[in-house]
């Protein structure tokens, strides 16, 4: 068995962003997309990761992009799940198809 | 010299009035309102014979020359550094005379009003309307610019459609201001050629440089005459085209059809405008670009004759059989200003040769006098009887022996029986007929008959004939005569019409500013005036008893009699040309076109995108995760894009 590179890295990133994506697009529950788009972030994550200490193992740019990308996605969480309470309060609901407000 | 300030109070007095009384008088003050407009316009009144006074005694004559005065001037639009169009008051002597006679008939008017049209719920907007009406008269006359006249004539337009269809609960009387606006309207696109035409070979707008140009010999003179357009030159076509405004706002052949029509108006309204004042300006205007008609272009002044003598027997041919007692009175008017086109038409310009202009101008004068008083009359009446149809009068005389008195004087005077005022205008203005043309003279001779004929019949029917028989009890023992505001103004014109014939217009008003001495031919006057007393006894033997005698001679010319009971047929004429030739010819393809190619292009690019916005509607479907899916595919179809453009 031949080392891990980063071939596998980035297999395991892009696995892990098509099935943000799957649950993003199939999941009607508001906490769970919610959920799934942090698999996203996170499969951006290891990439910048992999990429860092496999082709410029010197630098620390990778490392930064990926501290900033949790703390934003902690603070987006915050504001998502906020949303998500007030609309539980008028809807009753956190089923994304019953907020369809603003439709035409 | 005359302090110019308060002269342009005159037009402005009115037309403050009309503000005034338009925005806060209808709500606040209407019973008001009737005294306000007459206040104002005596003060208007008072301050033209002032300057009237001032004028003709004082200021105005320099060396024997009555002088042209521009009293204020004040450039309103610069066109060029030479054209420019101005507002301002030229004072002469026939603006002077006109803003007496308006001011004074329009005064008047207000105070016969008052007693009128008590009761009446737009009583307010009614005084609002005269007062506009005055203010853009008094603006036309005193003009000193071609465009400036302009601006006001159309501004009469409009005050005369707002006034004929004042009662606009009746469709007749809707019907008759739309007449009138359309057909003066119609006449006036050919004053505006007419104004472009003179302006743009002289290159001015202002009236004395206008004249100055075309009259002296010089570049601007020979490049108007030496461009000719099918044969006439270009000066003729402007002074022909100046003219068919001046027609249709005078109701000359062949615009008069609105004049007889707009008698649907209240009938102090007639008296003032259909009869006293806006009538004549197509002569008034006529009379100001007098010096070229005559000095440069004889063959529109013809032009002027023979439509003025044409109109006037016209119009008293149709007069001897109207039953209606203010069509009879609208066509005399017709007949009474074809008069005064036709003087201007034969006249010369120097001195004694100018003694038809003179004639025209004193006629205007003495006839907005007893014409005016004709019609308050006949206002009376109708408002005594309720009834505008001769058939329903009939032995008044007992009943309102001032109306009854005041009238016969208009009649002697309109009949030209001496000393009333009529007799010394018509005489002029015979007289230069007899010097210049025999034809238009004998025309003249027979329609100054037909018009005492026509006059005294109506005077017979009203006021003899048959007893009055009233249609309801209650109604002639209360009143016979009319309240006093309405005698007031019918007084105080029958003293005029009786002493205006003394004024000595010839040394006051003439074409070329200097005064002559007119002679009086005792011999030339006795015939036109044994013919009106002829004529005044026909109609006393035809119509002051109820006899068939009238009755028998419509029946024996009774083809003639027809035509013109039916004005003959004019109107019918102007109908079958606009519904049958112009709607179809001209109107229906055009209304195709639009609605088909131009409307139909417009529908075609609605309904493309009506349907195409339907059919992608469902896009937005307010579904995050839809939105979500067009996202992803969106970012990887442009990820694909540039991996394929990338290799």
Redesign the interface.
């Known amino acids: 068995m031949s080392e891990i590179g980063l071939t596998h890295m980035l297999f395991i990133s892009t696995a892990l962003f098509f099935i943000g994506?799957y649950g993003?697009?199939t999941r009607k529950n508001m906490i769970t997309m919610l959920m799934a788009i942090e698999l996203i972030l996170n499969s951006v994550n290891i990439n910048f990761v992999a990429f860092n200490k496999y082709l410029y193992a010197d630098k620390l740019d990778g490392l930064f992009f990926t501290i900033f990308i949790i703390t934003i996605a902690a603070a987006e969480a915050a504001v998502a799940i906020a949303i998500i309470i007030h609309l539980y309060r008028s809807l009753k609901s956190i089923d994304?198809?019953d907020?369809?407000?603003?439709?035409? | 010299m005359l302090n110019s300030t308060y002269i342009a109070l005159i037009p402005l007095l009115p037309i403050i009035t009309f503000l005034i009384i338009g925005l806060v008088g209808r709500r606040y003050f209407p019973k008001f309102s009737g005294v306000l407009g007459t206040l104002s316009l005596l003060v208007s009144f008072l301050l033209s014979a002032f300057v009237a006074y001032q004028y003709f005694f004082e200021v105005g004559k320099v060396e024997g020359v009555y002088q042209k005065i521009i009293a204020l001037k004040y450039v309103w639009l610069q066109f060029s550094p030479n054209v420019a169009i101005d507002m301002g008051i030229l004072l002469d002597p026939i603006s002077v005379m006109m803003i007496v006679i308006v001011t004074f008939i329009s005064l008047m008017v207000h105070i016969y009003s008052m007693g009128y049209m008590n009761g009446e719920p737009r009583y307010a907007t009614y005084y609002a309307f005269l007062s506009l009406f005055t203010f853009s008269m008094l603006g036309l006359v005193l003009s000193t610019n071609i465009f400036q006249i302009y601006i006001f004539w159309e501004l009469v337009g409009v005050s005369s459609f707002l006034l004929i269809g004042f009662y606009y609960e009746k469709p007749s009387a809707v019907a008759a201001s739309k007449k009138a606006f359309i057909v003066t309207r119609f006449a006036d696109l050919g004053f505006l050629i007419g104004i472009l035409v003179l302006s743009y070979y002289s290159e001015t707008l202002d009236f004395q440089t206008l004249i100055q140009r075309l009259t002296t010999e010089g570049n601007y003179l020979t490049s108007i005459v030496s461009a000719s357009f099918l044969g006439f030159s270009a000066l003729t076509w402007g002074l022909v085209l100046v003219f068919a405004g001046g027609a249709g706002k005078s109701a000359m052949f062949p615009f008069h059809i609105w004049l007889p029509d707009a008698m649907e108006g209240p009938t102090p309204v007639s008296a003032l405008i259909h009869a006293a004042t806006m009538v004549v300006a197509g002569v008034y205007l006529v009379a100001r670009l007098f010096p070229i008609f005559s000095n440069s272009c004889p063959g529109a002044l013809e032009v002027v004759a023979y439509i003025g003598i044409f109109s006037s027997l016209l119009a008293a041919i149709i007069a001897c059989t109207q039953t209606d007692i203010k069509r009879v009175l609208a066509y005399s008017t017709m007949s009474q200003i074809g008069f005064m086109m036709f003087a201007l038409g034969v006249s010369g310009f120097y001195a004694e040769e100018g003694v038809g202009f003179m004639g025209s101008m004193f006629h205007l004068f003495t006839h907005s006098i007893f014409k005016a008083l004709l019609f308050l009359g006949a206002g009376a009446v109708i408002h005594y009887v309720h009834s505008n149809d001769m058939k329903d009068m009939g032995g008044l005389r007992k009943l309102m022996p001032i109306t009854h008195l005041t009238f016969l004087l208009a009649c002697l005077a309109i009949a030209g029986i001496p000393p009333f005022a009529g007799f010394f205008s018509k005489e002029e203005i015979l007289l230069a007929c007899w010097n210049s043309n025999k034809l238009i003279f004998g025309a003249a001779v027979l329609t100054a008959g037909l018009t005492a004929f026509y006059m005294f019949r109506l005077y017979f029917n009203i006021f003899w004939n048959k007893e009055y028989k009233s249609h309801s009890e209650s109604h002639d023992a209360h009143h016979g005569e009319a309240p006093g505001t309405m005698l007031l103004p019918l007084i105080i014109l029958a003293i005029l019409s009786v002493v205006a014939g003394f004024v000595p217009f010839s040394h006051l008003v003439t074409a070329d500013g200097i005064g002559f001495e007119t002679e009086f031919h005792i011999g030339f006057a006795i015939g036109p005036v044994l013919l009106a007393v002829a004529a005044i006894l026909l109609a006393y033997f035809m119509y002051v008893k109820e006899s068939l005698v009238p009755q028998k001679f419509a029946d024996t010319v009774k083809g003639f009699y027809t035509a013109a009971y039916h004005k003959f047929y004019f109107d019918e004429m102007y109908l079958f040309i606009t519904k049958k030739i112009v709607f179809n010819l001209i109107g229906r393809p055009a209304a195709w076109i639009d609605k088909t190619i131009f409307d139909g292009f417009m529908n075609l690019i609605a309904s493309v995108t009506e349907s195409v916005s339907e059919s992608i509607k469902s896009f937005q479907s307010g579904k995050v995760q839809d939105y979500a899916i067009y996202f992803f595919a969106g970012t990887l179809g442009f990820v694909l894009l540039f991996i394929y453009l990338w290799t």
């Open positions: 994506v993003f697009l994304v198809d907020a369809d407000l603003m439709k035409f």
